[in-house]
């Protein structure tokens, strides 16, 4: 596998990027203003209700098991060069409904109408030939998965407000309004529009979190008036 110069951590220590990155996964439930630098991620893309759909589901699989496959490749003697344990980092989605830019202010009672990008963060070690293999191997246990629906991405989502919101996913709304309340007392506009869309971070699983203390990273988009 190719040569990359890569920071690791410390000797004996895990890169957990929630930990390393607190102003990116753990903001406040005040909103604030964050600037988002480039960042790796593997995204499939898709459309369908999340709670039904089985093209969601076939998502989480592919990307789930590449990025384990990823993390332990440490396991098959295929180690990439730069390699270093790490925590998986969370689920994250951005969301519009069907063509319409959508901006989370508003409950959206018909979820089948969602086309959505879910992502996992990347270690840095991860170039395309990483990954290239990583299919490979998955594509050997799960060859029913349809891997050439995953991409490895290097996004830069820019200038953006954000808030941590705690309750369920139908109780978003609340938040949102507030965050978007917030980037007008700030001077600023939200941008959501075909490149920069309305982005979740999911830091609960909601089968073992009792509803109210789910937590989800809300951001957004914005500029400039």
């Known amino acids: 596998m190719n040569k990359t ?22 903001p406040k439930t005040k909103p604030m203003i964050i600037q988002v630098p480039p960042i790796k991620y593997l995204m499939v893309d898709g459309k369908g209700n999340p709670n039904t759909s089985e093209e969601y ?9 590449i990025s384990f ?12 060069e730069g390699y270093f344990d790490y925590v998986v980092p969370p689920l994250e989605g951005l969301w519009q409904v ?17 086309l959505w990008t879910s992502m996992i963060r990347q270690p840095e070690f991860v170039t395309e030939e990483v990954f290239a293999w990583a299919k490979e191997e998955l ?29 369920t996913y139908d109780e978003e709304p609340d938040t949102v309004n507030r965050l978007e309340q917030y980037i007008k007392e700030q001077g600023y506009i939200n941008d959501i529009g075909e490149e920069r ?12 979190t009792k509803p109210e203390n789910c937590k989800t990273v809300i951001r957004h988009p914005i500029r400039s008036v």
Not at 57 to 65: E, P, R, V, W
Not at 70 to 75: F, N
Not at 197 to 208: F, M, N, Q, T
Request: aromatic share 8%; charged share 35%; net charge positive.
């Open 197 to 208: 869309r309305h982005h979740e971070i999911y830091l609960s699983d909601p089968r073992k």
């Open 69 to 80: 496959t990823i993390k332990m490749s440490k396991m098959s003697g295929q180690i990439p």
């Open 98 to 114: 069907d063509d319409e830019y959508f901006d989370g202010t508003t409950a959206i009672e018909d979820k089948d109408k969602f």
């Open 139 to 167: 594509h050997k246990k799960k060859p029913e998965l349809d891997l050439s629906k995953a991409r490895l991405v290097v996004w830069e989502e820019g200038l953006a407000a954000q808030v941590m919101h705690l309750g």
């Open 5 to 26: 110069n890569i920071t690791k951590p410390e000797p004996g220590k895990k890169m957990d990027y929630k930990k390393e990155y607190k102003d990116l996964y753990l």
């Open 57 to 65: 589901k076939q998502a989480m699989n592919i990307m789930y098991g």
